[in-house]
Nanobody, 122 residues
Framework: QVRLVESGGGSVQAGGSLKLSCVAS????????MGWFRQSPGLEREMIAA???????QYAPSVKGRFTISQGNADNSLDLQMNSLKPEDTAMYYC????????????????WGHGTQVTVSS
């Protein structure tokens, strides 16, 4: 079992920046991948950024060029730097862990963090 703990998030005005971090602990498979998903009220949870096994990085079109995903300083940790935030970025953000090497769809996710709220005001 893997535990994911997120930190960061909060409230910011449009155009501002926030940074999210996530640390995974427990039994980590060699092919473990991590990513960030978000969910706004009434909408489906969506992948916004992921680092797949092997290092390939994927972004959702809605955040590409504004968000940067990177491996954190600790082993099995993940950061998400969010710049030029927009009100439509307001959502609950979830760290995701995936055993099979890719972390880009909900079915690929084996573990979820509890989520951290990001609110962007206009």
């Amino acid at each position: 079992q893997v535990r994911l703990v997120e930190s960061g998030g909060g409230s910011v005005q449009a155009g501002g920046s926030l940074k999210l971090s996530c640390v995974a602990s427990g039994y980590i498979y060699r092919t473990f991948a991590m990513g960030w998903f978000r969910q706004s009220p009434g909408l489906e949870r969506e992948m916004i950024a992921a680092i797949h096994f092997g290092g390939a990085i994927q972004y959702a079109p809605s955040v590409k060029g504004r968000f940067t995903i990177s491996q954190g300083n600790a082993d099995n940790s993940l950061d998400l730097q969010m710049n030029s935030l927009k009100p439509e970025d307001t959502a609950m953000y979830y760290c995701a862990g995936c055993d099979a090497g890719r972390c880009d769809t909900i079915p690929s996710v084996n573990y979820w963090g509890h989520g951290t709220q990001v609110t962007v005001s206009s």
